[in-house]
């Protein structure tokens, strides 16, 4: 347990595995590799995290019947999920499920709640209705396509699937066909910001106001497109090999290539609570509070089924996969994103809130908050980084809310203040220095200020009795990130006869000399000395 050393092995492959530790979430991956040549050492460093709410799961399997989709009603407080041949199970809690009748075998690819109704949509045209989830009802969809995706915007049903298919409804029961202008394969529509969009295979991606007349947009990319998601006032789009297209208006798209830093074919995406969150093969739930490349976050689940379909409701997250997985969220009330900036910094940072919650990781992080309340977030040190300002931020949690905390870390530099001679002056000396941005400190002696803004810096010396001044008494000097610049000063001590102050008894202070003794006042007279 913990740290070691091992000693006395022969060369070889070497293999770490990181245990269970209650509380904490395994490193990933769990296991380490490295190969070790006679007489050579290898470092194994196995990184443990804290474990956060998205990293605990109740994990259950319902059948054996892959699960495909899954919606929450607010309405009825009901969770639907509907898979292979015709399966629909219904739960109020994510946790307690009930198989119903379908009366259908066909596999339900996608649910959705809309108008005071649910609606599943699946092969061979099939679409299923119901008003409490329990009691469900066949409508002709006049197709024999597949259908693989259907959204609503409280208006409006939408339905797409195979060969360029759109069906709409008001009310899911009656549908009629729509002209895509494609035969590519549809699957999946969303609905966000006034417009519904459609995508699939090729890049292919269309939108419509009111799902009838459609126009294509260019993608920017000939990947097979999933799923779409609409928050924040930004669309995202799942393709394939994690690949992820964003747009402001739905028309004018940024594809990312690996956008979610994975390689898996991502199969869903929603937003809550102010996070995108997508699932996938092998047990994949990642986290975005913009869709971005470079934005998302992986959070182990603890299973590798693959996930099809997630739904937030009833103060949880539910997720279902292939062999009737289901897997179920720890209750929370919303979310926060931990951004730190410049990107890169592995800025440490404590999150306290509600009944003694208190997390701590660092870098970029997404968490899921238990109650509503006030949560505030304590920057750490970064050596050569001055921390954000103000180090401690405190933002109040509404039910259902999301929280951005983010920490702008700045580059510094090191001014070195030396006072001399040493021994004398270097505790007594008094100075000021003045900065960027209203910078201004004052001190004496010998100093050394960390974490300053980069700027010029004017460094001015003070009076010091029985001393004279520096000379130049006062200095400017550019700092630049990561630099140390030096402030040097040497206090002199007057010279007996000096009358001009210039460390020297010549002529000149002769003459001045002269002049005090004959009751004549010399001009500039600096008495920098006992006079005899």
């Excluded at 798209?253 to 809550?272: H, K, N």
């Excluded at 009737?324 to 720890?330: N, V």
């Excluded at 009944?355 to 970029?364: A, I, Q, T």
Aim: aromatic residues 10%.
């Amino acid at each position: 347990a913990g740290g070691g050393t091992v000693t006395g092995r022969s060369s070889g492959f070497y293999s770490l595995t990181g245990g269970d530790a209650a509380g904490w979430v395994k490193p990933s991956p769990a296991t380490l590799y490295q190969a070790m040549t006679p007489g050579g050492t290898v470092n194994f460093t196995a990184e443990y995290k804290m474990a956060g709410m998205l990293d605990h799961w109740q994990v259950q399997t319902m059948g054996s019947n892959g699960l495909k989709g899954v919606v929450y009603s607010p309405d009825l407080n009901l969770f639907v999920a509907v898979g292979v041949s015709g399966t629909i199970l219904t739960s109020p809690d994510g946790d307690i499920w009930t198989p119903r009748t379908s009366g259908t075998t066909s596999t339900l690819e996608k649910v959705v709640y809309g108008r005071a109704r649910f609606v599943a949509v699946g092969s061979g045209g099939a679409i299923l209705t119901s008003f409490n989830g329990q009691d469900w009802n066949p409508a002709s969809s006049g197709t024999s396509a597949v259908l693989y995706g259907v959204a609503c915007n409280n208006d409006l049903f939408v339905a797409v699937g195979a060969g360029g298919t759109i069906l709409t409804s008001p009310d899911g029961i009656s549908w009629s066909p729509a002209s895509s202008g494609t035969i590519n394969v549809l699957y999946g529509v969303g609905y966000g910001n006034g417009l519904f969009v459609a995508l699939g295979a090729y890049g292919t991606i269309l939108t419509s106001p009111n799902g009838v007349n459609w126009t294509p947009q260019d993608a920017g990319t000939q990947q097979w497109l999933w799923r779409v998601a609409h928050g924040h006032g930004t669309f995202v789009a799942l393709g394939s090999a994690g690949l992820t297209a964003i747009s402001a208006d739905g028309m004018d798209w940024v594809p990312y290539a690996q956008g979610t830093g994975s390689f898996t074919e991502l199969t869903d995406i929603r937003f809550v609570n102010g996070l995108f969150m997508a699932v996938g093969p092998n047990g994949t739930l990642l986290t975005s509070t913009a869709g971005e490349k470079g934005t998302w976050q992986m959070h182990p689940t603890g299973t590798t089924d693959r996930l099809e379909s997630l739904a937030y409701g009833n103060h949880r997250l539910v997720m279902v996969g292939q062999s009737g997985t289901i897997l179920r969220s720890d209750p929370f009330k919303g979310t926060a994103a931990i951004e730190v900036k410049p990107p890169g910094i592995d800025a440490a940072w404590n999150l306290t809130g509600p009944g003694g919650y208190n997390y701590n990781y660092r870098g970029d992080y997404h968490v899921i908050l238990p109650e509503t309340g006030d949560y505030t977030v304590t920057w750490g040190n970064v050596a050569k980084w001055r921390k954000p300002s103000p180090a401690q931020v405190t933002q109040t949690l509404a039910d259902g809310g999301a929280l951005n905390f983010r920490g702008n870390y700045v580059s510094s530099g090191t001014v070195v203040i030396d006072a001399k001679p040493d021994v004398d002056v270097d505790a007594t000396a008094p100075w000021t220095l003045t900065g960027p941005n209203g910078f201004n400190q004052s001190g004496a002696g010998d100093a050394t200020l960390d974490n300053l803004d980069s700027g010029s810096y004017t460094l001015t010396w003070k009076g010091l009795a029985g001393w004279k001044l520096p000379d130049p008494f006062s200095s400017t000097q550019p700092l630049a990130a990561d630099e140390t610049i030096t402030f040097t000063g040497t206090y002199r001590l007057p010279v007996k006869g000096d009358v001009s102050g210039d460390d020297f008894v010549d002529l000149q202070d002769a003459i001045m000399v002269l002049q005090i003794m004959m009751g004549m006042q010399p001009p500039n007279v600096n008495f920098g000395g006992d006079v005899d």
